[in-house]
């Protein structure tokens, strides 16, 4: 739907002027903005360096695209003619607690998923932990002292807490 709409809608074509980079949701979002800068440098090689370039995000992608945009050269940030950011998780996503906690399963379980482990391995999972880490109880009060980026927390409010290395991650997201 996005390329018909690209191609179809304002006349971009696939691989002359609109140009797709491929990202694995798992892995370490301030490695994936690494790639983007490569595709950048790639892009530029080919067109010309003085090339203007337009950044598409969806969903967790711009959280790589942010981070790039953040850390990168300023020739570099310079070479963005826009970013249009669609559906970024900026706060975090509580859905991460339910992934540790049941797996990932992209449709239904009948296809390929991932379960909790697995989930637990991935550094992106903790990158996604809602900033603000405020957790209410069953009658809606604000439980004292909860830090989500606190291994002990998860313990004493039933989070998933048994992975190894959970303290290590929470540190490193934070």
């Not at 070479?79 to 449709?107: E, H």
């Not at 909790?116 to 932990?129: D, G, I, N, T, Y």
């Amino acid at each position: 739907d996005v390329v018909n709409a690209l191609e179809v809608g304002l006349g971009y074509r696939l691989d002359c002027d609109l140009f797709f980079l491929a990202y694995d949701w798992r892995a370490d979002y301030r490695k994936l903005g690494r790639l983007i800068e490569i595709e950048i440098e790639r892009l530029q090689s080919r067109f010309g360096a003085d090339q203007k370039i337009i950044i598409i995000g969806q969903s967790v992608a711009n959280m790589a695209v942010r981070y790039w945009l953040r850390e990168c050269r300023p020739e570099m940030r310079e070479s963005v003619a826009k970013w249009y950011a669609f559906g970024p998780p900026w706060r975090g996503s509580w859905n991460t607690i339910n992934m540790l906690q049941n797996g990932y399963w992209p449709a239904t379980r009948r296809f390929h998923g991932f379960s909790a482990e697995a989930v637990a391995s991935c550094p992106s999972v903790f990158q996604l932990l809602p900033a603000e880490s405020r957790l209410m109880d069953r009658h809606g009060e604000s439980v004292a002292g909860f830090d989500i980026f606190d291994a002990s927390c998860w313990k004493d409010a039933g989070l998933p807490c048994q992975y190894p290395g959970l303290a290590g991650n929470l540190a490193q997201a934070r």
